[in-house]
């Protein structure tokens, strides 16, 4: 009966997930009934995530574990500061995605499951939402699932392209095999510690023996499922096929919503279970990972290959959407690095560089879809002389691309210099400058983009026609952008405020 | 934090009586299948060894392909089987749980059902159970 108590206690910090558990379903049932209505279910997805997002507000953190399991007092759910701010991040770039579904040519064409595409974006948002405040193997795990297959169905939603059926046939190979691998290694480490919680988990492998190399392989293969997710270096191949095949709305959510939410978990599971809590330095924020195996270095190895890989192909694509995903692939890298410090000033910039990359990111594939909408085409040789016949679109196209290069006065200088900051104040001064110069190749092809926009002859028959729609969401990720770069004292306190991760 | 928390991990000596029913149950099981064969009388002839002793003489392959529909059905089969598998353990407690938490547990249930009534009605609308 105590259990019964618990659980039902555990409801009053679980609305978020309700109102966006009633999402999907309205979503579902007015989809069969009000068939004609156009923009009915977008607005009504559009409520929804508003009324979440006001429950996220409302709802206080809890003060223990959620959903308890029983033994010790440790369940399978928390909701904590860091975990709320990922879920910010990933209720906006739901919204932005809505609003970008309104003005798709190509989601508006393919009429017929309109209803399952907003459902299943729902659903979508509900897996991160799980997975970013799981505490326990087996929540993680169905959260990851519940992502993975609601993005392999929306990957392919426009099946009636053949690049996007195929999209999602890669997306659902590589996804099979990664969490495999991950539910692999989940039992291994269930074996070795004999539970699921992973705080837990932590508290064994301080006080118990075990076999290293067992834990290193255990440790590694969920490190795998979830690089899987951020599309970190080895586990990478799907990223460009998925992102160019996918529906631009689609591609622009995956790299950053399930992106933020592969984050998270990573953050959270190496760092509840594997930082040693009797040695951490609170004076100086420093962690200090539990002896055996040094989890950093495998991290900082795997950040400077994703980084190079990803800027390396990146340099050679001519579709700007592959060129984006192998640029995402890049900026996970980045991102990868801040973690490797083990210091609450990484975990900072990771937050900093989240909530900055959710507004350059979403605004580049925005204005991509627009101009590709028009143009039918994504290939760069075919933006050529479009800054003279679309002003305002390759204007705004260059200030993201400008901030995803790093440059200022725009965003993503100071996303860059948090971190790289971070990375020469806990002296990684190598992996700083590895960074450095990758931003420095990045420039290149980001300005490829620009130079073929506004220093070529055109020979296009584009026409621009600018709707206030188009314009609006331009500006409501353009500011951020810019003010972000030049203003960012708010946004810094709040991820202070959020760098904390429940019980340590 | 967790100082208390040494003597809650689950052992995999707790496992054992587990593996052992496990055990028990494959051998005794394939021990009957055996056994028939080993003890039972067999005197076989030409009639007893046709597939039908009586009935239809066989005319191809029973291994055939089945049409996707009826796997669909299957499958909508088995998702309001898990229903009842819920609502009888809630049914037999129900007593013991109203006494503690009131009208809070019926709802629930009723919650549940409807959360699969929504599915019920997405698969009728989509024409998942018209057989042509």
């Known amino acids: 009966m105590d259990k019964l108590g618990n659980i039902l206690h555990s409801l009053n910090f679980f609305y978020p997930e309700i109102a966006l558990t009633l999402t999907f379903f309205i979503l579902l049932l007015v989809d069969l009934f009000f068939r004609k209505s156009k923009h009915l279910l977008p607005v009504l997805s559009l409520i929804g995530y508003v009324i979440t997002g006001y429950f996220s507000f409302t709802t206080p953190n809890a003060s223990g574990f959620l959903f308890s399991t029983g033994m010790a007092n440790v369940g399978l759910y928390i909701t904590d500061s860091f975990a709320f701010y990922f879920k910010l991040i990933i209720l906006l770039s739901l919204i932005y995605t809505v609003l970008f579904s309104i003005l798709s040519k190509e989601i508006n064409e393919s009429t017929e499951n309109r209803g399952e595409y907003y459902a299943l974006l729902a659903s979508f948002g509900l897996g991160m939402f799980l997975l970013t405040s799981s505490t326990d193997l087996i929540t993680i795990y169905l959260a990851f699932e519940m992502v993975s297959l609601s993005s392999y169905i929306l990957a392919g939603f426009t099946r009636k392209v053949p690049r996007s059926a195929e999209a999602s046939l890669k997306y659902i190979i590589f996804g099979a095999v990664a969490s495999g691998v991950m539910i692999y290694g989940i039992s291994i480490l269930y074996g070795l510690t004999g539970t699921t919680n992973i705080y837990l988990i932590n508290f064994y492998l301080a006080n118990q023996n075990y076999n290293t190399l067992t834990l290193v392989i255990a440790g590694l293969m969920i490190i795998g499922g979830f690089g899987f997710k951020i599309s970190m270096a080895p586990f990478h191949f799907w990223t460009p096929d998925v992102y160019e095949g996918a529906p631009i709305t689609i591609t622009a959510v995956l790299s950053v919503a399930s992106k933020a939410a592969g984050f998270a978990i990573l953050i959270r599971f190496l760092k509840v279970a594997f930082v040693d809590y009797a040695a951490t330095n609170l004076q100086a924020s420093l962690w200090a990972i539990l002896p055996g195996f040094q989890w950093n270095d495998i991290l900082a190895v795997l950040s400077v290959l994703t980084m190079t890989l990803g800027n390396l192909a990146a340099l050679w694509q001519n579709n700007l959407k592959r060129m984006l995903a192998y640029s995402s692939i890049a900026h996970a890298g980045y991102m990868l690095s801040g973690f490797v410090i083990l210091d609450n000033q990484g975990i900072l910039a990771i937050l900093i560089y989240f909530a900055i990359y959710l507004f350059m990111n979403l605004g580049a594939f925005f204005i991509v879809m627009l101009i590709s909408d028009k143009l039918g085409s994504e290939d760069i040789d075919d933006y050529t002389g479009l800054g003279y016949k679309a002003p305002f679109l390759t204007v705004s196209l260059t200030i993201f691309l400008v901030s995803l290069t790093g440059i200022p006065p725009t965003a993503g200088f100071i996303a860059k210099l948090y971190l790289f900051a971070a990375l020469v104040n806990t002296g990684w001064l190598w992996l700083a400058l590895v960074g450095v110069v990758n931003s420095v190749i990045s420039l290149y092809y980001y300005m490829r983009v620009v130079k073929n926009m506004f220093l070529r002859e055109s020979i296009s028959t584009y026409e621009q026609k600018i709707e206030l729609g188009h314009v609006l969401i331009s500006f409501s990720l353009l500011i951020p952008t810019l003010v972000f770069g030049v203003y960012f004292k708010p946004l810094i306190e709040l991820a202070e405020k959020s760098i904390r991760i429940f019980g340590f | ?132």
Do not use: C, H
């Open chain 2, 1 to 132: 934090m967790f100082n208390n928390l040494a003597e809650n991990f689950y052992m995999i000596e707790q496992y054992i009586p587990l593996i052992l029913a496990i055990l028990v149950a494959l051998l005794f099981s394939l021990f009957l299948l055996k056994a028939s064969s080993l003890f039972g009388p067999q005197k076989p002839n030409v009639e007893k060894l046709t597939t039908y002793e009586s009935g239809m003489e066989p005319i191809r392959t029973a291994r055939e392909r089945f049409s996707v529909k009826f796997y669909i059905i299957a499958m909508l089969f088995i998702i309001f089987d898990i229903e009842v598998v819920f609502l009888y353990p809630w049914a037999v407690n129900l007593k013991i749980l109203e006494d503690k938490l009131g009208f809070f547990i019926i709802a629930e249930m009723f919650v549940f059902i409807l959360i699969l009534l929504v599915g019920y009605i997405y698969l009728l609308k989509k024409g998942a159970l018209k057989w042509d």
